[in-house]
């Protein structure tokens, strides 16, 4: 076999942790791209036989001269490892233009680095190792235990002061709705992180390691701060890589404890609005990013030396590939590495979790570039990070099962995935999508409230109709009798009296001669004083507008009840009719048109289904909601503001009014109903709608 490559003389190797099975490990260190490799026990004794130069007499010696079994695979493999790593010494022109391969095909792919990385991007901007020297004997303190014993106790102590004033705690976020409470939230942020980063450095120094820089990491386009803690890997203790991974979250919790506790104590001012977001941004952050540990963040470390695994996710994704494609397929594949089933169950479990967690913030990302660019660039970055973080894993796994179609059998996991892929197909591309559902109100086609025209009390001199009673167009149901007005048209009439007098003997009067025609005009304005008075009294008595059924309020009226003025009396109701209105959104008003069946489920059960037309479809969206039963501020399903001048319900999102009527029932509606209507019935496939949506905001954002 030819000579070996020589390694490179600036390597390290480290003892690291044992393995799960108790098997020793070791880290080799690259100090020139600081980087860490984990190496197993047989790797280890064939890289420390590496001066045999010879393949064969190191599997030679390595099986003589330990209890281990390896083969020239297992060396081959070791060499491809050292060598992708570029950990050879440039010897020869062969290994020079394999070095000058990989450098080209790193030039060839820092397009793709770029696509995957421009939203997280580390700026390297200090080397801190000369500060943690100077001061680390200064923070020694928070690494005793007496330290954390009064970080519980003013956790605890502030925890419940915090919440006997629980109402004002949680009032005291309104006041940072604004710009300025926004900048203060930005630069308390900024101040934990800064103790976070902090903690990580301080801990890791104390374990011997070299932190090599601090800096900024831009995370869709928002900066953070990050520091350099990799050699952490090459520490053999694992609660040594437990509290450094740990650190930051310990500092920023022991922040929060203090700043609870002096937000209780402090008089209101700028020191207790300080400390008020110290002890609430502080944990929020923490818990919600540096703690997950679905992504490359803190609780992700922690999680990985908890468990002894190291690559976690690669490790755990691997196990969630196998699962799924055996669930699938049965392709009979051994799992990727040994473990106990409840680990295995956990790593299955943990991976589809963190799938869908970053399918989520994938998803929000790509939104968040698109509406932060104009709408060209946005719309292409939209695609690129779509295309490149959520389609592209899902096509090279279809990618990765096809290429092994020829290993497909029939068995119980294919049956049921081609079952199941039917069943799916099925739902996806037939037409099961029935019409536009929307909410809707009806009524009855004439309905008439009467009201009291004038404060005053029920005259006994007429009978009142019962509830119920059929009425026909200008029957009296009740006359009033307002004292006021009485009063007031008994004044006109003497007025009146006087001034059609006076004008009968302007004639034989000096005195009423020199008013001329203003005394007749006087007498003018008075008669049409009376004349309205009395078209008021008229209004006294109360008609049926139309033929119908009369509905009274509770238990109806009695002679002598006294009426303010306004008061609702009765309702008249024509019961040969019903009509309606639905409420169709932007998306489905293009699926409705005059003629189409609309079916109506009002939301009391008992009532049953109307079957009925749309008479008329409004093209315009409504400026004002004008049934405040299905708005949202009233409990409804349309999302709706009420404007404060006005009190009218404003929709949120643009919704179109579509008319309903001419029902096949016969129902007679006493009053108006609530419920969904479901318009139109032509019937399309799930698929076929979910792209006639995509086209439609397509469209709509290339055209705003």
Same mark, same amino acid.
């Given at each position: 076999?030819?000579?070996?490559?020589?390694?490179?003389?600036?390597?390290?190797?480290?003892?690291?942790?044992?393995?799960?099975?108790?098997s020793?490990?070791?880290?080799?260190?690259?100090?020139?791209?600081?980087?860490?490799?984990q190496?197993?026990?047989?790797?280890?004794?064939?890289?420390?036989?590496?001066?045999?130069?010879?393949?064969?007499?190191?599997?030679?010696?390595v099986?003589?001269?330990?209890?281990l079994?390896?083969?020239?695979?297992?060396?081959e493999?070791?060499r491809?490892?050292l060598?992708?790593a570029?950990?050879?010494?440039?010897?020869?022109?062969?290994?020079?233009?394999?070095?000058? +391969?990989v450098?080209? *095909?790193?030039?060839?792919?820092? #397009?793709m680095?770029? /696509?995957?990385?421009? @939203? !997280?991007?580390?700026? %390297?901007?200090?080397?801190?190792?000369?500060?943690?020297?100077?001061?680390?004997?200064?923070?020694?303190?928070?690494?005793?235990p007496?330290?954390?014993t009064?970080?519980?106790?003013?956790?605890?102590?502030?925890?419940?002061?915090?919440?006997?004033?629980?109402?004002?705690f949680?009032?005291?976020?309104?006041?940072?709705a604004?710009?300025?409470?926004l900048?203060?939230?930005?630069?308390?942020?900024?101040?934990?992180?800064?103790?976070?980063?902090?903690?990580?450095?301080?801990?890791?120094y104390?374990?011997?390691c070299?932190?090599?820089?601090?800096?900024?990491?831009?995370?869709?386009?928002?900066?953070?701060?990050?520091?350099?803690?990799?050699?952490?890997?090459?520490?053999?203790?694992?609660?040594?890589?437990?509290?450094?991974?740990? +650190?930051?979250?310990l *500092?920023?919790?022991?922040?929060? #404890?203090?700043?609870? /506790?002096?937000?209780? @104590? !402090?008089?209101?001012? %700028?020191?207790?609005a300080?400390?008020?977001?110290?002890?609430t941004?502080?944990?929020i952050?923490?818990?919600?990013?540096?703690?997950?540990?679905?992504?490359?963040?803190?609780?992700?470390?922690?999680l990985?030396?908890?468990l002894?695994?190291?690559?976690?996710?690669?490790?755990?994704?691997?196990?969630g590939?196998?699962?799924?494609?055996e669930?699938?397929?049965?392709f009979?594949?051994?799992?990727?590495?040994?473990?106990?089933?409840?680990?295995?169950r956990?790593?299955?479990?943990?991976?589809?979790?963190?799938?869908?967690?970053?399918?989520?913030?994938?998803?929000?990302?790509?939104?968040?570039?698109?509406?932060?660019f104009?709408?060209?660039?946005?719309?292409?970055?939209f695609?690129?990070?779509?295309g490149?973080?959520?389609?592209?894993?899902?096509?090279?796994?279809?990618a990765?099962?096809?290429?092994?179609?020829?290993?497909?059998?029939?068995?119980k996991?294919?049956?049921?995935?081609?079952m199941?892929?039917?069943?799916l197909?099925?739902?996806?591309?037939?037409?099961?999508?029935?019409?536009?559902?929307?909410?809707?109100?009806?009524g009855?086609?004439r309905?008439?409230?009467?009201?009291?025209?004038?404060a005053?009390?029920?005259?006994?001199?007429?009978?009142?109709?019962?509830?119920?009673?059929?009425?026909?167009?200008g029957?009296?149901?009740?006359?009033?009798?307002?004292?006021?007005?009485?009063?007031?048209?008994?004044?006109?009439?003497?007025?009146?009296?006087?001034?059609?007098w006076?004008?009968?003997?302007?004639?034989?009067?000096?005195?009423?001669?020199?008013?001329?025609?203003?005394?007749?005009?006087?007498?003018?304005?008075?008669?049409e004083?009376?004349?309205?008075?009395?078209?008021?009294?008229?209004?006294?008595?109360?008609?049926?507008?139309?033929d119908?059924?009369?509905?009274?309020?509770?238990e109806?009226?009695?002679?002598?009840?006294?009426?303010?003025?306004g008061?609702?009396?009765?309702?008249?109701?024509?019961?040969?009719?019903?009509?309606?209105?639905?409420?169709?959104?932007?998306?489905?008003?293009?699926?409705?048109?005059?003629?189409?069946?609309?079916?109506?489920?009002?939301?009391?059960?008992?009532?049953?289904?109307?079957?009925?037309?749309?008479t008329?479809?409004?093209?315009?969206?409504?400026?004002?909601?004008d049934?405040?039963?299905i708005?949202?501020?009233?409990?409804?399903?349309?999302?709706?503001?009420?404007?404060?001048?006005?009190?009218q319900?404003v929709?949120?999102?643009?919704?179109?009014?579509?008319?309903?009527g001419?029902?096949?029932?016969?129902?007679s509606?006493?009053?108006?109903?609530?419920?969904?209507?479901?318009?139109g019935?032509?019937?399309?496939?799930?698929a076929?709608?979910?792209?006639?949506?995509?086209?439609?905001?397509?469209?709509?954002?290339?055209?705003?």
């Amino acid at each position: 076999m030819a000579q070996l490559p020589s390694l490179r003389q600036e390597l390290s190797l480290t003892r690291g942790a044992a393995a799960p099975d108790g098997s020793p490990t070791w880290m080799l260190h690259d100090p020139a791209a600081n980087q860490f490799y984990q190496l197993g026990w047989p790797a280890f004794e064939m890289l420390s036989r590496w001066t045999l130069d010879d393949a064969h007499k190191i599997v030679d010696a390595v099986n003589d001269e330990t209890t281990l079994t390896v083969s020239l695979d297992d060396f081959e493999a070791l060499r491809r490892l050292l060598q992708r790593a570029n950990l050879f010494v440039s010897a020869s022109a062969d290994s020079t233009e394999h070095l000058r +391969a990989v450098a080209e *095909a790193s030039r060839m792919t820092r #397009a793709m680095w770029l /696509l995957k990385h421009y @939203l !997280l991007i580390r700026i %390297p901007l200090w080397h801190p190792m000369p500060f943690l020297r100077r001061c680390a004997r200064h923070v020694e303190f928070v690494y005793k235990p007496a330290f954390w014993t009064v970080v519980g106790f003013c956790a605890l102590i502030g925890l419940a002061l915090v919440s006997r004033r629980w109402d004002s705690f949680v009032h005291t976020f309104r006041a940072y709705a604004d710009w300025h409470g926004l900048l203060a939230i930005g630069l308390t942020l900024a101040f934990a992180k800064v103790l976070h980063e902090f903690g990580h450095a301080f801990t890791a120094y104390r374990y011997g390691c070299r932190v090599p820089t601090m800096g900024i990491a831009v995370l869709v386009m928002v900066p953070m701060l990050y520091t350099d803690t990799t050699e952490a890997w090459k520490l053999p203790s694992r609660s040594a890589r437990l509290h450094i991974g740990a +650190a930051g979250i310990l *500092a920023e919790l022991a922040l929060a #404890a203090f700043a609870a /506790l002096a937000w209780s @104590l !402090l008089p209101d001012g %700028p020191l207790s609005a300080a400390a008020f977001l110290l002890a609430t941004t502080t944990w929020i952050s923490t818990v919600t990013i540096n703690a997950s540990p679905f992504m490359r963040f803190d609780g992700y470390f922690l999680l990985s030396d908890w468990l002894g695994m190291p690559n976690l996710h690669d490790r755990a994704f691997a196990f969630g590939r196998w699962w799924m494609r055996e669930w699938l397929f049965g392709f009979g594949d051994p799992q990727p590495e040994p473990c106990t089933p409840g680990r295995r169950r956990f790593l299955i479990g943990f991976t589809y979790v963190t799938w869908l967690y970053r399918l989520v913030v994938f998803f929000s990302i790509a939104l968040i570039v698109y509406h932060t660019f104009f709408k060209a660039l946005g719309m292409l970055l939209f695609a690129v990070e779509f295309g490149w973080f959520i389609v592209r894993p899902m096509v090279g796994e279809v990618a990765a099962c096809w290429r092994r179609r020829d290993q497909l059998r029939w068995h119980k996991q294919t049956v049921r995935s081609v079952m199941l892929g039917t069943f799916l197909l099925g739902w996806l591309v037939l037409p099961w999508h029935n019409g536009v559902g929307a909410p809707a109100v009806v009524g009855p086609l004439r309905a008439q409230g009467l009201y009291a025209p004038e404060a005053g009390y029920v005259s006994a001199d007429t009978p009142l109709p019962r509830d119920g009673a059929h009425v026909h167009a200008g029957d009296v149901l009740a006359v009033l009798v307002s004292p006021d007005l009485e009063y007031r048209l008994k004044a006109a009439r003497a007025d009146e009296a006087v001034l059609h007098w006076q004008v009968e003997q302007q004639s034989f009067d000096q005195q009423l001669l020199e008013e001329g025609v203003a005394l007749y005009k006087r007498w003018e304005a008075a008669s049409e004083t009376v004349a309205g008075l009395e078209r008021q009294t008229q209004q006294l008595t109360l008609r049926a507008p139309f033929d119908g059924t009369l509905q009274t309020d509770g238990e109806g009226l009695a002679s002598g009840t006294w009426l303010p003025r306004g008061e609702h009396l009765f309702d008249v109701i024509d019961p040969a009719g019903i009509k309606g209105e639905a409420f169709v959104d932007e998306e489905g008003i293009g699926h409705v048109a005059a003629g189409d069946s609309a079916r109506f489920l009002a939301s009391v059960p008992e009532m049953g289904t109307l079957h009925c037309q749309v008479t008329a479809v409004d093209r315009v969206n409504l400026a004002t909601l004008d049934e405040p039963a299905i708005g949202s501020p009233y409990g409804g399903p349309i999302a709706a503001e009420k404007q404060q001048a006005t009190h009218q319900l404003v929709p949120i999102v643009a919704t179109y009014r579509v008319r309903i009527g001419n029902c096949r029932e016969r129902t007679s509606l006493s009053r108006q109903m609530v419920g969904t209507a479901k318009l139109g019935h032509a019937r399309e496939s799930y698929a076929w709608h979910m792209l006639m949506q995509l086209v439609a905001v397509v469209e709509r954002e290339a055209g705003g």
